[in-house]
Structures are given as structure tokens and as C-alpha cells.
T-cell receptor, first 111, second 110 residues
């Protein structure tokens, strides 16, 4: 079956712009989580959505937001981009009481 | 706030078994031990998980001590493609958040 799909794979944006990243979970998975990975901070949890509701959010500023659609696809948005937002953004999906599966990530570079 | 301790790095010879240790002394009774690996710039890949019994799948074996305070991931015949960062994570099965530590960087050498 198809895995977790993230688009786009690579993105270059300018400081101050905003960006939207997309994640299509594995069919049947209703939970979608987002993570940010940087060399300095490692993998950090951003937020998780289940049935179109955000259940929890990590310690990130309000510039980071997300949403989930009725088909479980999810998007995350970062507004007013800063250089420090350059990172690999990862999406993971899971069913209840099963392991999480990750997508290949979106590499965002802010210049 | 990762609840596991792993060595930062280890080398392994191609074709030999790689044994990756993980300490999780504060694990609670209903928390599982999960292993993921991340090959450079790709998304983490699920390997295996277990509660208290040893587990084996096509990728690896997981040995959990009787007191559950530590575990070992075994890659039976390491190949160059197994070079990656390996993460040991303890989590409830219905947790939506995985707390990643620094992991162990495994380098398989020819």
C-alpha cells in the first residue's frame, strides 16, 4: 500500500514569506503528526491532528499552524518565515495503537 | 524529554551482527520500546517494537531484559545500507507524539 506522501520534497523561500506543506497519510490512518528536524535541535514535535482536530501542539510559535481535512490529509503553514525555520519537516501517520509511519519529508530552505 | 539513553555512535563490519543498546530505566508497565532508523535526509523508518517479549521481523530482532530497563536491537547481518541513525523510543501504543533523542549513529564499514 502507498506510504505517507509529503509534497513538495524541496522548497526555497525568502524571509518574510509564508509556506504551506502537504501530507497525505496512509489510507485508514486518521492521526497525522508533524515534526521539525534541524541539526541543532534534532526531531521536535510540532502538532498532531486527529479527525480534523488538533489534539496537541509542541513548543513552537504561533507562526506555525496546521489543519486536517475530512480525508485525513493535513497541511502545515509557516508564516513570516525566518532563517531559523530552515529544516526538514516530517509528517507521520498512524492508526490507534499501532506504530507511526513517516513520510520522506519536505526540505525547506529560507534565504 | 527523551526517556532513553543510547551510545552516540558505533561502527560495525559489513556482514557481522550489529548490537545496539538502549537504556530506559524509567519505562512504565504499559510503555512499548520502539526502534526507528533514519538514513541521511530521509524520513525515519519504523523497524520494530516490543512490550516485554523478544521480537523478530524481517529487519531486526529486539531483545528486552526481564526488568524492561534496557533493550538491544540486533541487525543480524549488517550491510552498507544499514548505515543510519538509530532511535530507541519508549511510548504508549496510543501516543501520537514520539520523543526522539539523539540516537546512535551506526556506520557499517566494508
Amino acid at each position: 500500500k502507498a506510504g505517507v506522501t509529503q509534497t513538495p520534497r524541496y522548497l526555497i523561500k525568502t524571509r518574510g514569506q509564508q509556506v504551506t506543506l502537504s501530507c497525505s497519510p496512509i489510507s485508514g490512518h486518521r492521526s497525522v503528526s508533524w515534526y521539525q528536524q534541524t541539526p541543532g535541535q534534532g526531531l521536535q514535535f510540532l502538532f498532531e491532528y486527529f479527525s480534523e482536530t488538533q489534539r496537541n501542539k509542541g513548543n513552537f510559535p504561533g507562526r506555525f499552524s496546521g489543519r486536517q481535512f475530512s480525508n485525513s490529509r493535513s497541511e502545515m503553514n509557516v508564516s513570516t518565515l525566518e532563517l531559523g525555520d530552515s529544516a526538514l519537516y516530517l509528517c507521520a501517520s498512524k492508526r490507534t495503537n499501532t506504530e507511526a509511519f513517516f513520510g520522506q519529508g519536505t526540505r525547506l530552505t529560507v534565504v | 524529554d527523551a526517556k532513553t539513553t543510547q551510545p552516540p555512535s558505533m561502527d560495525c563490519a559489513e556482514g557481522r551482527a550489529a548490537n545496539l543498546p538502549c537504556n530506559h530505566s524509567t519505562i512504565s508497565g504499559n510503555e512499548y520500546v520502539y526502534w526507528y532508523r533514519q538514513i541521511h535526509s530521509q524520513g525515519p523508518q519504523y523497524i520494530i517494537h516490543g512490550l516485554k517479549n523478544n521480537e523478530t521481523n524481517e529487519m531486526a530482532s529486539l531483545i528486552i531484559t526481564e526488568d524492561r530497563k534496557s533493550s538491544t536491537l540486533i541487525l543480524p547481518h549488517a550491510t552498507l545500507r544499514d548505515t543510519a541513525v538509530y532511535y530507541c523510543i519508549v511510548s504508549h501504543s496510543n501516543d501520537y507524539k514520539l520523543s526522539f533523542g539523539a540516537g546512535t549513529t551506526v556506520t557499517v564499514r566494508a
